[in-house]
């Protein structure tokens, strides 16, 4: 299984267009690496593709990332696993509005929020749209093994009627038949639960939220798991040193942006990765 760090960024990316703190500052002096809008790739034969989220800025992560360039009769994107509904994880479907065929997979709140999106996508190329959900998971093209699991989650605010619903936001579990090789990609997170701890348990890989480090690091931060102190989820990944660990979807108050920073060094010490864009691995 190949896999791909399009973006590591949360919302708007790094730096943020309409921020001057100093980190941005600094990211636009060059002094520390910018990030783009959270987003990745992964396939487990090196040929079929499958998006993890697309980002506002999907078309240059895609042309950043060569495994991913099209050869002249096609691409080799299949489809996209959408994790929730929020903007800047689906407005990159857009850009890929002229690819035929391709079939996306949400949880059904996602898929009921994107309605009006997906009616007008389909004018363009008809796309195939299904059920994360599923039970027993799904297979994809090129031998991966698909099982999507909600975690606690808000829907975004655009949908007008909140109703209450435990599947707005899912985190994924991909297997590789051919080698047993098993990711998991949960790059929004609320609280740490034990089905957390189930997936990570017997994975090679995990991909976390790390948006905020500290859980008084802005208003919003209550939001999300953050990744230092007793419940945050560094404490909780030590728990798993057999699998590779990577913190994702960093914001732009988050010290972990910065290398030299005393919380990389404390997330590195524990072994928990903070990886450029564009990194690719093998799992």
């Known amino acids: 299984m190949r896999f791909v760090l399009l973006g590591t960024a949360a919302g708007d990316g790094f730096p943020r267009w309409n921020c001057a703190c100093a980190r941005c500052a600094a990211a636009r002096d060059g002094k520390l690496p910018a990030r783009g809008p ?12 499958w998006l993890l989220n697309t980002s506002p800025d999907i078309r240059a992560q895609l042309t950043a990332a060569c495994a991913l360039w099209p050869s002249p009769r096609h691409t080799p994107v299949r489809g996209v696993l959408l994790t929730d509904a929020e903007a800047n994880h689906v407005a990159g479907l857009a850009v ?3 690819v035929p065929g391709l079939k996306t997979y949400a949880a059904p709140p996602v898929l009921a929020a994107l309605a009006p999106a997906r009616a007008a996508l389909d004018r363009h190329d008809p796309w195939e749209w299904a059920d994360s959900l599923t039970e027993g998971g799904f297979v994809l093209a090129g031998g991966l093994v698909v099982t999507a699991h909600p975690v606690a989650g808000d829907p975004p605010a655009y949908v007008p009627a909140r109703a209450s619903d435990d599947r707005w936001v899912t985190a994924y579990r991909i297997e590789d038949l051919a080698t047993g090789c098993v990711l998991v990609y949960a790059p929004r997170v609320r609280t740490w639960s034990p089905m957390l701890d189930d997936l990570i348990e017997g994975a090679d890989c995990v991909v976390m939220d790390g948006t905020h480090f500290a859980a008084d690091e802005t208003p919003q931060a209550r939001r999300r798991l953050p990744v230092s102190g007793r419940g945050g989820s560094l404490a909780a990944l030590t728990r798993h040193p057999h699998a590779r660990r990577i913190y994702t979807h960093l914001t732009d108050t988050n ?3 910065d290398p030299a920073s005393a919380a990389r060094a404390q997330v590195s010490e524990a072994g928990v990765e903070v990886l450029p864009d564009g990194t690719e691995f093998v799992i």
């Not at 959270?38 to 593709?49: F, I, K, L, P």
């Open 38 to 49: 959270e987003c990745a790739a992964v396939t487990g034969n090196s040929r079929d593709w």
């Open 96 to 98: 890929l509005r002229d």
């Open 255 to 257: 010290p972990l942006l």
